[in-house]
């Protein structure tokens, strides 16, 4: 393939496998009193460790700021206020190293359900991540990974409520949500749609989309994905392999093995496999979060898969 210069970056989400002792976020039960503050400090570990392997982009964790928007914790929901200055001079230093933030809400995060309650707590949380980035000072490259949700026995209809509650986020909550195609209902066409109608970006998944392709062959999808990003703000693309080795299924009362299940990630990234995809999604520049088990080991290996093998 020759040498390139794209993707800009590759990353990895949330958890350290390559160093022992690096955590993620706070992860403690409210009534032990967790707070922003002890997830900061663990952030600012992780970004030390992220410029000593040259690796520049990262998700964080969810969790981050615990029980953020918890209806019945109200006495946690002020923790982003409290922080604000701390929060900016680590989003400094984010930036100062080039390493790109982002943050992925769970699947129970909706801005599509039939219960205007449900849509009400998605549009909470999509707020409040938004907000974190806000507070940390990051660019419009740090953003906030959706997927479109349910289909509740009627795609067309979630779609709309989707787009119907996206005026009802916050400014910084508009400007900074994307959308991701999932593996089972929501292709990049269906990502395609509620972009033209509300201008989000689209987030290509690469496994996703070999298991949910719709009618758009892989190149063509990907490509479309790129193109819905704005002027001047990298791409951002998840890639995994499938795993393909066996699994354990208890079976009356043993445990007998079964073959994989194509949604789950494997621990590494086949490195023929990711210069394929880099062949067929062309010259644009985009970053690439690794959705791969082994998280930064994952990313790692790639880098020096590719570089040994003339790949890169």
Known sequence: MGKREWPRRL????????????????????????HLRVSMEYLREILDYLDQIDVRMYRISSDFVPYCTHPDLPQFHGQIGECRGGLAELGRTARERGIRLSL?????????ARDPAINARGIRDVDAQAELLDAMEQGPEAVVILHLGGAYGDKESAMQRFVENFPRLSEAGRRRLVIENDETLYTVQDCLRVHQAIGVPVVFDHQHHLLNPGTLVLGDACRAALGTWPV???????????????RMVTRGRKEVPAPPLLSQHADYVHPWEFAAFLREAGPAPFDVMLEAK?????VLKLRDDLTRLGLW
């Open 11 to 34: 990353g990895f989400a949330v958890k350290v496998a390559g160093r022992d002792g690096l955590k993620s976020n706070d992860a403690r039960r409210w009534r032990s009193g967790p």
């Open 294 to 298: 082994m998280k930064d080991r994952a």
């Open 232 to 246: 001047g703000v990298a791409p951002k693309v998840h890639f995994s392999s499938p795993k393909l080795d066996s």
């Open 104 to 112: 992925h809400p769970s699947q129970y995060v909706l801005l599509s």
